[in-house]
């Protein structure tokens, strides 16, 4: 069963970046799938953002693409997110997600951090 | 880029209700469509994929069908633990998500 969790700051200033980890469990990054962020405004709708392969291909949002860095850490067995120059839109719960496929539907979800942007 | 266009925003519905949701594509996106749901303050769960085949452990009353540009998502016969929100996602270019649908009770 493969599990995800999120972790990183709660709080992030303007301009900024945002940082954050989703460790892996129950599967091991190397075996395969795609492993993807997707982030949720409060009470909006889902955003994909990016994913990666564990060879470290990466695909990004076009309209994130330039802020975005996703990153994988096969030895520890997790991929993590970086947003810079943020702003208050960047306010979200930030989901990590498998998928089988760059462009794919997502099995399995963690359970969702809030990052707030506030001075 | 592909935008996808879910309707009804709200849907006002009883228990043992036929529900149905749609979902549009700006471009053919083929049968590359996913249904979610997602309740409050939960991860969203993949409900069908690929616009007609149901997820492992999905009831069947949940059902999809469409391709090209129109879909959707039916519940033939809602449940209590139905009253949530539902999203399509399109995965033939990248990953993009409608704006979700969220099923309340009348």
């Known amino acids: 069963q493969v599990q995800l969790q999120e972790s990183g700051p709660g709080l992030v200033k303007p301009s900024e970046t945002l940082s954050l980890t989703c460790a892996v469990s129950?599967?091991?990054?190397?075996?395969?799938?795609?492993w993807g962020w997707i982030r949720q405004p409060p009470g909006k709708g889902l955003e994909w953002i990016g994913s990666?392969?564990?060879?470290?291909?990466?695909y990004y949002n076009p309209s994130l693409k330039s802020r975005v860095t996703i990153s994988v850490d096969t030895s520890k067995n997790q991929f993590s997110l970086k947003l810079s120059s943020v702003t208050a839109a960047d306010t979200a719960v930030y989901y990590c997600?498998?998928?089988?496929?760059?462009?794919?539907?997502?099995?399995?979800w963690g359970q969702g951090t809030l990052v707030t942007v506030s001075s | 880029d592909i935008q996808m266009t879910q309707s009804p925003s709200t849907l006002s519905a009883s228990v043992g209700d036929r529900v149905t949701i749609t979902c549009r594509a700006s471009?053919?996106?083929?049968?590359?469509l996913a249904w979610y749901q997602q309740k409050p303050g939960k991860a969203p769960k993949l409900l069908i994929y690929?616009?007609?085949s149901l997820e492992s452990g999905v009831p069947s009353r949940f059902s999809g069908s469409g391709s090209g540009t129109e879909f959707t998502l039916t519940i033939s016969s809602l449940q209590p633990d139905d009253f949530a929100t539902y999203y399509c996602?399109?995965?033939?270019?990248?990953?993009?998500f409608g704006q979700g649908t969220k099923v309340e009770i009348k």
């Open positions: 129950g599967y091991s990054i190397s075996s395969g799938y795609y």
């Open positions: 997600a498998s998928s089988i496929a760059a462009a794919g539907t997502f099995q399995h």
């Open positions: 471009q053919s996106i083929s049968s590359w």
């Open positions: 990666i392969y564990h060879s470290g291909s990466t």
């Open positions: 690929k616009a007609s």
């Open positions: 996602q399109q995965y033939n270019s990248y990953a993009a």
